[in-house]
């Protein structure tokens, strides 16, 4: 792929996949598709969920609350997940079957103990940039794919601010898989559409 293409790969760690915290249905059939498209990218990146052990997204840091329910926090809604990539664990290490040796950085998602990430380029309070957007403008990246875990949340929202950030966005919908709880699918899709993210399929690319 064009040098002034991107793949960005998220989330294809243990405990988003069968077995694992917060497992997304069906997750481990993208790995194969994705380690295929990588294969055809000159410029790589990965996104790893990195969470500290409190961190304010788990529903065990909220008494009385459980994983998927929503709270407010000084940011906006929250969903409360289980807990799930935390630092140094077995469940945050990508999945042994990802083969994608030539990718070029890892964007850890999710460190900060006060704020959710689930965006590549902004953490969950809409103010805090990860870099990645400058990083992308100053390698002349024009053009960014998205794909991995979870279509509708790291993915679309990635692929929302990578759009609204200037890059031409396309999200690899048979590269990805949701998790799809209270009807995020369906909207992360309509947002998408709205935003003019485009949606492809990996036999296109």
């Not at 997940?81 to 890892?106: K, M, N, Y």
């Not at 949701?178 to 036999?203: E, P």
């Amino acid at each position: 792929m064009n040098t002034d293409s991107v793949l960005l790969v998220m989330d294809v760690q243990n405990d988003f996949l069968p077995g694992g915290a917060l497992a997304v249905p069906r997750g481990d059939e993208v790995v194969p598709i994705v380690n295929r498209l990588a294969a055809r990218f000159d410029n790589v990146i990965l996104t790893q969920d990195w969470h500290p052990p409190n961190h304010i997204s788990f529903a065990s840091r909220h008494p009385g609350s459980k994983p998927y329910d929503t709270i407010d926090l000084p940011y906006g809604p929250q969903i409360l997940w289980p807990d799930h990539c935390v630092q140094g664990s077995r469940g945050a290490e990508f999945h042994a079957a990802l083969a994608i040796e030539q990718a070029q950085a890892v964007i850890r998602k999710g460190y900060h103990a006060h704020t959710d990430s689930y965006s590549a380029l902004l953490e969950a309070d809409r103010r805090t940039p990860t870099g990645l957007a400058g990083m992308l403008r100053e390698r002349g990246i024009r053009r960014v794919y998205c794909c991995g875990l979870a279509t509708d949340f790291c993915v679309a929202w990635s692929a929302l601010d990578a759009q609204a950030a200037g890059f031409e966005t396309y999200v690899i919908e048979d590269a990805c898989r949701a998790i799809d709880t209270g009807g995020s699918l369906d909207a992360a899709r309509r947002d998408l559409a709205a935003a003019g993210v485009r949606v492809t399929g990996s036999d296109r690319i």
